[in-house]
C-alpha cells in the first residue's frame, strides 16, 4: 500500500513562495499521475495540478504561471512550487495518486497554507 505525506506549508505574505512536497513510500510502481488539490473552509476540493509518468502536466486556470508540478522519482516525491501567492490561495493542500491498480485514489492527510498579510 502506498502512503503520501504532504509538507512544506506555513503561513506567508501575498506575493510569497512556498514549496509543497509530498513524499511516496510503498509499491509505488503503479502509480501513473500524482496530483494536487486544495480545499478552502466551506469549498470543495479543487483541482490544482496534475502530472503523469510521462511528465505532462496540468494546470487549474487560477494558478497557471504561478504554480509549478514536478517530481524526482528517485527520491519518490512531487513539489508543488507556489510562487506570487494570494489571499485566494489559502486552504489545505492535498497530494493524490493514482493508477491502473487502484480503484479509489490515495490521498496525504493535508497541509495547511495560509496566505495573509
Known amino acids: 500500500q502506498v502512503q503520501l505525506v504532504e509538507s512544506g506549508g506555513g503561513l506567508v505574505q501575498p506575493g510569497g513562495s512556498l514549496r509543497l512536497s509530498c513524499a511516496a513510500s510503498g509499491s509505488i510502481f503503479s502509480i501513473t499521475i500524482m496530483g494536487w488539490y486544495r480545499q478552502a473552509p466551506g469549498k470543495q476540493r479543487e483541482l490544482v495540478a496534475t502530472?503523469?509518468?510521462?511528465?505532462?502536466?496540468n494546470y487549474a486556470d487560477s494558478v497557471k504561471g504561478r504554480f509549478t508540478i514536478s517530481r524526482d522519482n528517485a527520491k519518490n516525491t512531487v513539489y508543488l512550487q507556489m510562487n506570487s501567492l494570494k489571499p485566494e490561495d489559502t486552504a489545505v493542500y492535498y497530494c493524490?495518486?493514482?493508477?491502473?491498480?487502484?480503484?479509489?485514489?490515495?490521498w496525504g492527510q493535508g497541509t495547511q497554507v495560509t496566505v495573509s498579510s
Open positions: 502530472i503523469t509518468s510521462g511528465e505532462n502536466t
Open positions: 493524490n495518486a493514482d493508477g491502473p491498480y487502484y480503484s479509489d485514489p490515495l
